[in-house]
C-alpha cells in the first residue's frame, strides 16, 4: 500500500464519520482538531518542526523556516457529505512525499514545509479558503472577525476557543515571505484525467466563483388559515432563484450555478416561512460572465419578490477572479515529470489564494468516479502512490538547489 494509502487509512480512523460522508469537518471545531491533532503528531514523527499560524494553519517544516521555502499541503476540513479525499490526499501525499526523500538518502538545500489551510471549505464560516486568504492578506480582517457560524459562534470566538488571540487575525507577510513556491496535490474533481487515462496532471486554471447569500423576506403565516391571496411567501422567489440559477447558468457557456443550501425560517411543516436564507455558487471561466451570470439569476428572483409581495438581501459571501497559474512553472514541472497533462479545473483551492502572491502549482490525481463533495469521491492506491511519486519528485527537484 503506497504511504498516502496507508496515511489516508489512518487519517479515516481519525475522522471515520468524515469518510463516511456523514459528518462534515469545519474549521476551528472540535472535530477538525482531531484530525490537525492527528497531522501534528504524524509530522513530529518525522522530526517536522510543528506550529500553527495567526491564522490557525497549520506548518509541519523539514529544516529551519526561512525564505525560499518549498511548500506543500491542502487541508483537512470537508463539506456536509463530503468525500475522503478532498482535502486529505494532499496533506498525506505529503507527509508520505517526504517519507520518499527520506529513505532516498535527499537532504533538501532549503526549507520544506507541509500546510495544513485553515476552513479551506468555508463550511462553518462561509468564506471558503479562510485561513489561506488571511494569510494572504485577501480577505478583510474585521469582517472576518465577525463571520458567525449557524450557531451564530463567531469566528473569533472560534478561533479564541482554540488558543489563538483573534486580535492576531490577518495578513501574515512574514510567513508569506518564507514560501518560495507552493504545490498543492489533490484529487481530481471532474473525470479529465480519467478521459485523457493519465493518473497525474497538473493545473493550468481555476473558474471564477463566488458565493452569494440572500434572504427573502415574507410574511409569517399560519399553512392552513392563509389564503393564497393573502400571503407574502417567501419561499416562491428562493425557489424562482433555484430555477433560474439552472436557467441562466445554462445559457453561460462554461457557467455553472448551484442552490446547495436554502434554510427557510422557522423551518415548520405547517407554517409560511417568514424569511427564506438561500446560498449560491455560481462559477465561469470569466469574472464577466459570472458576475453578468448572477446579476441575471438575481434580477428574477427579485422580481418574484416584488411579484409575491416580499424583500430580498443580497450579501456577497465570497468572490475569488479566474486563477491562472504560472505556466512558467507548471511547464517546468511537467519537464521534471516526464510529461504530464495540464487541465482546468472548476474547483477552488487554497493554490488559487496564493497564486497570485507566490510560484504556485497544482498537481491533481486520477479521480475514476469524478465526483467530488460527495462520498463516491475516489482516487485507486495505485493512483494515489503515483501522487507521491510524482509529488516526491517535484519537491525534489524544487528543492534540492
Ligand atoms: O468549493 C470549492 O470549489 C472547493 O471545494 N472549496
Ligand atoms: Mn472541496
Ligand atoms: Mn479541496
Ligand atoms: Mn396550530
Known amino acids: 500500500m503506497s504511504g498516502a494509502t496507508t496515511l489516508l487509512g489512518a487519517i479515516a480512523d481519525v ?7 456523514g459528518y462534515s469537518r469545519h474549521g476551528f471545531d472540535h472535530a477538525d482538531a482531531e484530525l490537525r491533532e492527528w497531522f501534528s503528531s504524524e509530522a513530529a514523527a518525522r522530526g517536522l518542526d510543528v506550529h500553527t499560524d495567526r491564522n490557525g494553519n497549520l506548518w509541519a517544516w523539514w529544516g529551519t523556516p526561512g525564505p525560499g521555502a518549498v511548500v506543500t499541503g491542502s487541508h483537512l476540513d ?12 494532499g496533506v498525506v501525499s505529503a507527509l508520505a512525499a517526504v517519507d520518499t526523500l527520506r529513505a532516498t538518502g535527499f537532504r533538501p538545500a532549503r526549507p520544506v514545509a507541509v500546510v495544513v489551510f485553515a476552513e479551506e471549505e468555508g463550511g462553518r464560516f462561509g468564506v471558503p479558503c479562510l485561513g489561506s486568504r488571511l494569510l494572504a492578506g485577501t480577505f478583510d480582517v474585521d469582517r472576518a ?26 495578513p501574515d507577510p512574514e510567513a508569506l515571505s518564507r514560501i518560495g513556491c507552493f504545490v498543492e496535490l489533490h484529487v481530481e474533481q471532474g473525470r479529465g484525467l480519467v478521459n485523457l487515462d493519465a493518473p497525474v496532471g497538473l493545473a493550468d486554471s ?43 447558468a445554462g445559457s453561460v457557456p462554461g457557467a455553472r450555478a448551484t442552490v446547495g443550501r436554502l434554510v427557510p425560517n422557522p423551518g415548520g411543516t405547517n407554517v409560511i416561512p417568514s424569511t427564506v436564507d438561500v446560498w ?10 459570472t458576475r453578468h451570470a448572477v446579476d441575471e439569476i438575481v434580477a428574477t428572483a427579485r422580481e418574484t419578490a416584488e411579484r409575491e409581495g416580499c424583500t430580498v438581501t443580497v450579501h456577497e459571501e465570497s468572490y475569488t477572479g479566474t486563477v491562472t497559474f504560472d505556466s512558467r512553472l507548471r511547464d517546468e514541472l511537467a519537464g521534471v515529470l516526464g510529461g504530464a497533462p495540464a487541465l482546468p479545473t472548476g474547483a477552488g483551492h487554497d493554490a488559487g489564494v496564493l497564486a497570485d502572491r507566490v510560484p504556485t502549482a497544482m498537481l491533481f490525481v486520477r479521480n475514476p468516479t469524478g465526483v467530488s463533495h460527495a462520498p463516491a469521491e475516489h482516487a485507486d492506491a495505485d493512483d494515489c502512490e503515483a501522487g507521491v511519486a510524482a509529488l516526491a519528485r517535484v519537491l ?6
Do not use: K
Not at 145 to 170: F, I, S, Y
Not at 280 to 289: H, N
Not at 396 to 401: F, I, K, R, V, Y
Open 396 to 401: 525534489a527537484h524544487l528543492a534540492g538547489t
Open 78 to 89: 470537508s463539506v456536509p457529505g463530503g468525500g475522503a479525499f478532498d482535502g486529505p490526499l
Open 280 to 289: 449560491l455558487d455560481a462559477r465561469a471561466p470569466g469574472d464577466g460572465d
Open 145 to 170: 472577525r465577525r463571520l458567525r457560524d449557524p450557531d451564530g459562534v463567531t469566528l473569533a470566538e472560534a478561533v479564541r476557543a482554540t488558543g489563538l488571540d483573534p486580535a492576531h487575525l490577518g
Open 206 to 248: 481555476i473558474l471564477a466563483h463566488g458565493r452569494w447569500r440572500l434572504t427573502f423576506h415574507g410574511e409569517g403565516n399560519h399553512a392552513g388559515a392563509t389564503p393564497l391571496t393573502d400571503r407574502r411567501d417567501p419561499m416562491l422567489p428562493a425557489a424562482s432563484l433555484v430555477l433560474a440559477a439552472r436557467r441562466v
Open 15 to 21: 475522522g471515520a464519520d468524515r469518510v463516511r460522508g
